[in-house]
């Protein structure tokens, strides 16, 4: 059998309460490119060259005609991929918005996270890939 190796991370889901306030916070304060919804199950949006998907968990819990079902309860954690030197501007974009800063990491091996969550309560990491060994976006 031939080696196979994944290429990547395509999609990312969150589950929320209040499509409506994800939409807004996701597209608004993040400036993420919204892609689609179906009213009361998801929205859709574009981050670099993966998707984030927003589900509602009870409406994703159940089969449809063209999807297995699925999804989570509680809050999930999500980390975006920034430039390092751009981590400052972003604290203060999210302060603006008047999003809650939890808490700034500085890790061993370099670099910074800074955690904050979503208005449904996902924890949300803003941080360099360097701390993973990878280049900068």
Known sequence: MPELNLAGVLETCLYVDDLAIAELFYGQTLGLEYVSRKEGRHVFFRIGPGMLLIFDPLQSAEADSTLPRHGTTGSGHVAFA??????????????????????IVEWPSGGRSCYFRDPAGNSLELTSPTIWGIQDP
């Open 82 to 103: 920034v430039n390092q030197p751009d981590l400052a501007a972003w604290q203060t974009r999210l302060r603006e918005a008047g999003v809650v800063i939890e808490q």
